[in-house]
């Protein structure tokens, strides 16, 4: 029962451009929706993250859309960097399940120069 | 900024033989979650500690166990190993209250099972 749902097992966008990852969840107790950055043989790297009474949260490139009616949330960055190219990796917690974090099964985005 | 510390990085065993994987969480952060991933799969939990108590568990075989310390190190101890424990073995840390939940990953140990 995969909960937290990635559909786009990869991506490619020209560098300079809008990347926008999404990510669909099926939990709605869920609190909080976190991205995370792997690259390989190396750990998630932790992005960006939202509470689930926002909508928004945005940190310098990234922004972070979540759109509760439709248990969907995106990522958006902008400009893509070569350097960005990486696994992405959506994640969920629910406080009242101890806060462990429940992953999508990511999505490669590549950034052409 | 330190970051958390997971050693071996990687380890090679035996079928039936024991391993032990130790982490180091952030400086000042109290709880500390343990995650395996398989090849091609996402990270799943298997354990969670907080102020040296157990808080929470997943998905973990009775072969694991696992402990925080007094200096908020935590060790995963597995016994009775499978070719199906291989995998990369991510240790993450946080300080509750964190704002959402932020988790912080370490390197990682790759455990291999021959």
């Known amino acids: 029962d995969q909960q937290v749902k990635q559909n786009s097992p990869s991506l490619s966008v020209q560098e300079g451009r809008i990347s926008i990852l999404n990510c669909d969840y099926t939990?709605?107790?869920?609190?909080?929706f976190l991205w995370y950055k792997k690259y390989p043989a190396e750990g998630p790297t932790f992005l960006i993250s939202i509470s689930s009474i926002k909508d928004k949260n945005e940190d310098g490139r990234f922004t972070v859309f979540l759109n509760k009616s439709a248990k969907h949330l995106s990522l958006h960055i902008v400009p893509s960097q070569p350097g960005d190219s990486a696994v992405y990796f959506c994640?969920?917690?629910?406080?009242?399940?101890?806060?462990?974090?429940?992953f999508g099964t990511g999505t490669r985005l590549a950034v052409r120069p | 900024a330190a970051g958390v510390i997971q050693s071996p990085r990687h380890l090679i065993k035996e079928k039936r033989e024991t391993a032990t994987l130790k982490c180091y969480p952030i400086?000042?952060?109290?709880?500390v979650y343990w995650y395996q991933q398989g090849p091609g799969q996402d990270p799943q939990f298997l354990i969670s500690f907080y102020e040296k108590m157990q808080s929470d568990k997943g998905s973990i075989p009775d072969r694991f166990s696992a402990q925080q310390f007094s200096d908020y190190h935590s060790e995963l101890n597995m016994s009775s190993l499978e070719l199906g424990d291989s995998a990369l073995y991510f240790c993450?840390?946080?300080?509750?209250?964190?704002?959402?939940?932020?988790?912080?990953f370490g390197p990682g140990t790759r455990l291999t099972v021959l």
């Open positions: 994640a969920a917690s629910e406080k009242s399940s101890g806060d462990k974090l429940t």
């Open positions: 939990n709605s107790m869920f609190d909080y």
């Open positions: 993450a840390s946080s300080f509750s209250p964190s704002e959402n939940n932020e988790q912080f």
């Open positions: 400086p000042r952060h109290d709880t």
